[in-house]
């Protein structure tokens, strides 16, 4: 699946223009600010500015759902033995479509749409997003290779007032 040549122009100029710009921050690569964000693919979403912060605070790790799954897991052990990781914020939201969607429904959507079956792969879509939060939360705070004293905390994100709700447990 070779790309056409052109089929990344947009992303080039797009580049061409950012670094014309570029300021070397001289940024480490550490969160500056010692949080992750576990949160969804969805573009409406800007973890740095939706908590206030700029690059270099925060480490940010996405996936389809904000699942914490074992490859977050994975991430998050290195992200707070080696890039300064103290706190993590898992952050689903609002209007999902991993959660407006059941696991039928977008195999079918995908067959219906692009001639696809998927159905040999779980997408892990959401009935209950508070339960999958809880579920996840549980996971970070019981992982044995992840330090006693990492601060652990859920919100859902308003994709359509920019607010937080925390999440009570």
Known sequence: ???????FADVLAGNASYA???VDAGLSGV?????AIITCIDSRINPLAVVGMKAG???IIRNAGAHVTDDVLRTLVLAT???NVNRVLVMPHTDCRMANNS??????NIMDRHGVDTRSMEFNTIDDQAKV???GLTRIESFPLLPDDLQVAGALYDVHT???EMFAR
């Open 57 to 59: 605070d925060v480490k």
């Open 20 to 22: 014309n710009s570029f």
């Open 103 to 108: 696991e039928a429904e977008i195999h079918a």
């Open 31 to 35: 969160a500056g600010q010692g949080l």
């Open 81 to 83: 033995y080696l890039l």
């Open 162 to 164: 920019g607010r937080l």
């Open 1 to 7: 699946m070779a790309a056409d040549k052109d089929a």
């Open 133 to 135: 939060l809880e579920i």
